[in-house]
């Protein structure tokens, strides 16, 4: 049975998308800790990261770098965090979010939030990442995880 991030990526389900590529996608959450928190999650399933193939696993690090510094751009925060807990979802991935400061790092300040602002935010990502010089890996569409 496929995760529910596969039903994401394969686009049976909605998602927000602000990066694509051969090996991964970064879309946003619609339970965001922090506005623009994004996850940057590998296209096949492996259930923990630490299940995960090292080439793999260190390229989900190098686009979440990306995506970090492009949040940094896009939502005037001093710092990027990274969060890999991956209890809710049995689908290896990381949650990228502009951060503030370490206190509101936490799973207890995660809110749903309407759809236009997820979009919103998800497409200030996608502005930011552009600009940074990645917009090769920008899928065209914020609701597609497919490139050109």
């Given at each position: 049975?496929?995760?529910?991030?596969?039903?994401?990526?394969?686009?049976?389900?909605?998602?927000?998308?602000?990066?694509?590529?051969?090996?991964?996608?970064?879309?946003?959450?619609?339970?965001?800790?922090?506005?623009?928190?994004?996850?940057?999650?590998?296209?096949?399933?492996?259930?923990?990261?630490?299940?995960?193939?090292?080439?793999v696993l260190a390229h989900?690090?190098?686009?979440?770098?990306?995506?970090?510094?492009?949040?940094?751009?896009?939502?005037g925060a001093p710092r990027a965090a990274l969060i890999?807990?991956?209890?809710?979802?049995?689908?290896?991935?990381?949650?990228?979010?502009?951060?503030?400061?370490?206190?509101?790092?936490?799973?207890?300040?995660?809110?749903?939030?309407?759809?236009?602002?997820?979009?919103?935010?998800?497409?200030?990502?996608?502005?930011?990442?552009?600009?940074?010089?990645?917009?090769?890996?920008?899928?065209?569409?914020?609701?597609?995880?497919?490139?050109?």
């Amino acid at each position: 049975m496929s995760s529910v991030f596969s039903l994401i990526i394969d686009g049976s389900i909605p998602g927000n998308f602000a990066w694509a590529d051969e090996v991964c996608v970064a879309f946003a959450t619609i339970e965001p800790i922090t506005p623009g928190h994004m996850l940057v999650v590998p296209r096949v399933e492996v259930d923990q990261f630490t299940a995960a193939e090292d080439d793999v696993l260190a390229h989900l690090i190098v686009v979440s770098k990306r995506v970090g510094l492009a949040q940094q751009r896009a939502f005037g925060a001093p710092r990027a965090a990274l969060i890999i807990a991956g209890f809710e979802v049995p689908h290896t991935h990381l949650h990228v979010l502009p951060a503030w400061s370490e206190e509101a790092l936490t799973f207890a300040n995660a809110r749903r939030v309407p759809g236009e602002e997820v979009t919103a935010n998800a497409e200030a990502v996608r502005a930011a990442l552009r600009d940074l010089g990645h917009g090769d890996h920008v899928p065209a569409s914020v609701s597609s995880p497919d490139l050109g």
